[in-house]
């Protein structure tokens, strides 16, 4: 055998093996049934161990316009799903942004949303020009998400006046496990206040300390010119929300890592933010997850996100030892386009990335993949 042959043999096993390493389905694809996309996945594990897998079916190629939030079930580990199922629809209006909380409790699954009518866009809605506004909404399902109760409007008990643009999430929210704010349900937001700009933008919390009962707005870090966000809570009991940039409001360019701010008392306030040089970011959303706790024997915590300062490129998987300082382990998911997601912890321990996909342009489908803790964690050869 010549030496390139052996070259390329040699390269083919490996890519076989990285490939057999990351199980991958398409859980939803464009332009399958009455949906020209698919955009903004969430997942969640219910108490009962089913997989949610949550996203907007949309009727046309952009952020507005006819837009219904779907979900797909798993009672397998994600193994398999039932078919897409619509949580809620509003006729020609905008259903979307989905951000579910388990609360461990009762085991009710709350879904955050927002909603604001199908002909306005989002600058119109931010300049105060719409013909409407961007509203909150809650709805929950007590049968491990086979059903879900008519939405509720909240925005009066969780959106200020002076807000245009809200967003609740997208991803997942949290339950906090310890210290004296334990029991209390997060989940992230951002706003954009009236007439727009960096200096009007920031990410900040929505709380309820009566399992879902009633929601409250919670703190936001003391800079703005953050974005969509999610939530992990450490080990001291602290919350750390992790933020998409806007743009840098002093020189009006945005920034290429991720705005980290921390919360010591459940959410209600935020520290000034700083930047993680290590978390390198297009302007994209991205997800964080508490993997273990230090009782578990080592504190791991997952971040994924598309790992590049300019495209939506590179889907990366990055784990923490020391609650969010440092990430020493990284792992490509897809080299391809990639750009919003979502991670589980999967019953059995594996690890799984809702994420949306593409070989030869954005968002052609909501990859599904999965991969074990010991993958992530093996050097590259």
């Known amino acids: 055998m010549s030496k390139q042959l052996l070259l390329l043999v040699i390269a083919l096993f490996a890519a076989h093996a990285g490939a057999a390493d990351i199980q991958r389905t398409t859980l939803f694809k464009a332009g399958d ?77 709350w879904l955050l949303m927002t909603h604001n009518l199908g002909e306005d866009r989002e600058k119109q809605i931010t300049l105060g020009t719409a013909k409407s506004s961007r509203t909150a909404w809650i709805t929950h399902s007590t049968d491990d998400g086979l059903t879900w109760a008519e939405p509720t409007d909240i925005t009066k008990d969780v959106k200020k006046p002076d807000w245009a643009w809200y967003a609740t999430g997208p991803g997942i929210g949290i339950q906090l496990k ?22 009007k933008s920031n990410s900040f919390v929505i709380f309820s300390d009566d399992h879902g009962a009633h929601w409250t707005i919670g703190g936001q870090p003391p800079e703005h010119g953050f974005n969509e966000s999610q939530v992990v809570e450490l080990a001291d009991g602290s919350v750390m929300l992790n933020m998409r940039n806007v743009a840098n409001p002093l020189s009006g360019k945005p920034r290429t890592n991720r705005g980290v701010s921390i919360s010591t008392d459940g959410g209600q306030s935020f520290a000034p933010a700083h930047f993680d040089q290590a978390l390198i970011e297009p302007r994209c959303q991205a997800s964080i997850l508490r993997f273990s706790w230090p009782d578990d024997g080592k504190s791991r915590i997952l971040f994924a996100n598309p ?64 991969f074990s803790l010991d993958w992530l964690n093996r050097p590259e050869k």
């Open 178 to 199: 310890h210290g004296p704010h334990a029991g209390s349900l997060l989940i992230p937001c951002d706003y954009v206040g009236l007439g727009g700009g960096g200096e």
């Open 33 to 109: 049934g009455v949906y020209n996309n698919y955009r903004i996945p969430a997942v969640i594990r219910t108490k009962n161990n089913s997989i949610l897998a949550f996203c907007e079916g949309r009727q046309a190629p952009s952020d507005a316009g006819e837009i219904n939030l779907l979900v797909r079930r798993s009672t397998d580990g994600g193994k398999t799903f039932s078919p897409q199922q619509i949580v809620w629809a509003d006729g020609k209006n905008t259903c979307g942004n989905p951000c579910p909380v388990v609360d461990d409790s009762t085991g009710s699954i």
């Open 307 to 370: 790992a590049s300062t300019k495209d939506r490129k590179k889907m990366t998987v990055r784990m923490s030892y020391d609650e969010g300082r440092t990430w020493p382990v990284e792992k490509v998911i897809s080299d391809q386009f990639s750009a919003y997601s979502s991670l589980v912890k999967l019953p059995g321990g594996n690890i799984g990335l809702l994420y949306e996909a593409g070989d030869k342009k954005g968002y052609e489908r909501i990859e599904f993949a999965t």
